[in-house]
Structures are given as C-alpha cells and as structure tokens.
C-alpha cells in the first residue's frame, strides 16, 4: 500500500488520510469562507515544531489564527470554559483541534458550549443530556497527532469534574468533525513510550468495542480490522517507525474510535480512574490494565476470544492466548505488567473501585461487573 498517496474515506466524517495531508488545511479553510480559526492542541504540542508550521501556513494564507492550549492531560471542565472565553473575546468563526485526546475532547467540548450556555454537565450523555445538543455549533476540524483514542473521528468528548474527578461524556452526533486531516507525518516523531501506550489505548478500543455487549456487526468487522493493523505494525512504530507502521497505527486508531460507538467495556472503567485520581496517561491506564480485563472476560465468550486470536495471528486461538499475547506485547513495547509499577499503591485501591464501578464503560461490558470485580481486578493487577 503506498501511503503517500492522499487518500479520502467518508465515514461519516470525510477523512483526508495520507502523508501532507495537513497541506490541505489552509486551503479548505479558505474554501469554506472562514478567516478567524481558534486552534485547540495541548502544551507540549503548542511548541513543537510541526505544530509552528500549521500555524505559519494559516497566517501566510492571510487567516487570522488564534491558539488555545492551557488544558490538562486528562481534561477538566474549567478547561473548556477558559477555551469558550479565548472563542468569546477574540470573535473566532470556526475550530481546529490539533493532537490526542486530551486536546481534541477539549476542542470539541468547547465546539458544544459555544452555541450551549447552560452548565457543560447538563449535557452529560449519561444523565440524557444530549437531549439539550439542540442549537448549531461552529464548523470543527481534527487532526490527530497521535495514533491512540481516534478522538478526531468521534461524536463525544470525556471531561472530568474538577472537584470530584468522576468523568463525564458529552455526545451528539453534532459534534462531529466535519474534515479530518490524518498524517501519518506529524505522528513520526513521536516517543517511543507515547507511541506504545497510545497504540496499546488503540488496541483497546478495538477489542472492547468487539466484545462489547450490544449487537452491531459493522463494527465487530471495522474491530477485526483494527486488531490486525495493530498486531501488523505497533512494535515497529515503536522500536523502529516506517510510514508504513504509522500510518497503519493511525489508521488502527480511527477505526477503533468509529467501533467503539458499539461500547467499551472492562478495561476502560479500570483505566479511566486512574486517570483521573492519579493522572495516569490513559493509554498507559488502559494498557495495563488489558491483559486482566480481557481475562475476566474470557468465560462464556470463549468463541469471541477465539476469533480475536485468530484475528492476531496466534497459532492457538483460545482467550489465553490472546492474553498472554497482551502480556507480551506489553513487555515489547515497554510497558508494566503491574499497577505498581505506575505509582498506584493499595490504598488508593478502595477508591479506586468506587469510581470504576461508577463509571459510564462498563454497562456494555459483556458480563455485568460489580464494585467487588474491580476491587478484586484492581488487586490482582498491583
């Protein structure tokens, strides 16, 4: 396959996919009337050198850019609100996000509460708040930085309450990119460990979205696919990045976000405390925490599991297969095998399960999963 070429996949969002894809952004803008872009990135990418040229492309081109990048690795709602306000004071007319997750949840969490005034958790998903997503939002564009959460083609944003750290999900179809440029390019560079853990988040994605318990075999397949993209390229993006592994990699995280509309599961609600009580970087969270998810999933889906490890290449296709496969693709590209490896101790544990048990993933889990299951997962994975 030649990555080079530029190509193009509507699903539903158009995704401009190929390497200088990014190339085309100025002229789009251009196209669609605008000349006032907010950009939305992340600290780190605010200053790398990629990200300056983005920016100097759209000033050449005569637009008027303006940058927002004070938010949190794992998103709070005060970020979002001091994003509206850069919108509100610098009279902005459409929104860019640039990176990961965090800051593409970010822009499009500020793509809501522009034209949606009312406090950001009223339209909360889990409490029905999508029901309020009734007025216009501005035209939004991603570009993902990173090959992990697939954020640039998802229709939600998770932001945690700065107090209680309990994340909530804003969703509407609304909040759909309408353009994605994806290039493989600006994620060459990328460390090593981002790398790994970004594409173990990828990995999660897809298989939780396979096993999730609704019924939507579009999905299942676009899962498949992704498993073996992943399987096909991750060690190499890390130890030794091709345009070839990248882009396979970027293309492994879109397709788990677009799978994952089906549910998450397990995993996710182990991860997503740790995130928020300890400010663990989800990928790393999630990529943990996915050898012991998987297991606990493995009885009474036993055929699901078999597929997935005939998906992944494994010569015996059973759940334990596929989780000693976790367990040592974790050991090639770096990451822990233990929680305590990544500063959790076992008095945060209690806690811990508290807020995984309420958390929104685990609903589509397969099995049912109580309070006492992530205790004892949490437990098991110190």
């Known amino acids: 396959m030649d990555f080079t070429q530029i190509r193009q996949f509507n699903f539903p969002t158009v995704i401009r ?21 907010l950009i939305v990135t992340d600290p780190v990418i605010a200053e790398l050198g990629f990200f300056k040229q983005i920016v100097a492309d759209l000033q050449r081109a005569g ?27 610098t009279g902005r007319d459409c929104l860019i996000g640039i990176g990961g997750g965090a800051a593409l949840d970010v ?19 889990l409490i029905g708040g999508d029901v309020y997503v009734t007025n216009e939002v501005p035209h939004f564009i991603t570009i993902p ?20 750290h309990q994340k909530k999900i804003l969703f509407s179809p609304k909040l759909l990119a309408k353009i994605v440029f994806a290039d493989p390019m600006l994620t060459m560079e990328l460390p090593a460990f981002v790398t790994a ?25 676009i899962a498949l696919e992704g498993m073996r993209l992943v399987s096909e390229s991750l060690v190499q993006a890390v130890k ?6 990248r882009s396979k990699m970027l293309l492994a995280s879109m397709m788990g976000a677009i799978a994952f509309q089906k549910g998450l599961g397990v995993v996710h609600s182990l991860a997503h405390p740790l995130s928020s009580l300890l400010d663990t970087h989800h990928g790393l969270a999630n990529a943990v925490n996915i050898p012991y998810g998987m297991r606990f999933n493995i009885a009474g889906f036993e055929d699901r599991f078999a597929r997935m490890a005939q998906t992944l290449g494994l010569s015996e296709h ?48 397969p099995k049912p999963v109580s309070q006492a299951d992530f205790r004892a997962l949490y437990g098991e994975a110190l």
């Open 17 to 37: 996919f190929g390497v200088g894809a990014v190339k085309e952004l100025a002229p789009y803008v251009a196209q669609q009337g605008f000349s006032k872009p």
């Open 63 to 89: 637009f008027s850019v303006e940058v927002f990048s004070s938010i949190h690795k794992n998103p709070v709602k005060s970020d979002v609100y001091a994003g509206t306000a850069v919108w509100d004071a």
């Open 107 to 125: 822009a499009r969490a500020i793509v809501l509460q522009v034209n949606h005034r009312e406090d950001l958790f009223k339209y909360d998903d």
């Open 145 to 164: 930085t990173t090959s992990g959460t697939g954020s640039e083609v998802g229709r939600s944003a998770i932001i945690a309450d700065d107090d209680t």
């Open 197 to 221: 853990a970004t594409g173990m988040d990828a990995l999660t994605h897809n298989m939780e979205a396979y096993l999730a318990k609704n019924y939507h075999p579009m999905c299942d397949g």
């Open 240 to 245: 030794n990045p091709s345009i070839e592994s």
């Open 318 to 365: 059973s759940g334990d297969a596929v989780v000693s496969y976790l367990f040592d693709l974790n050991t090639q590209v770096g990451i822990p095998h233990r929680l305590r490896d990544i500063q959790v101790k076992e008095e945060h544990l209690d806690t811990l399960a508290a807020l995984a048990f309420a958390d929104f993933a685990h609903p589509n889990n």
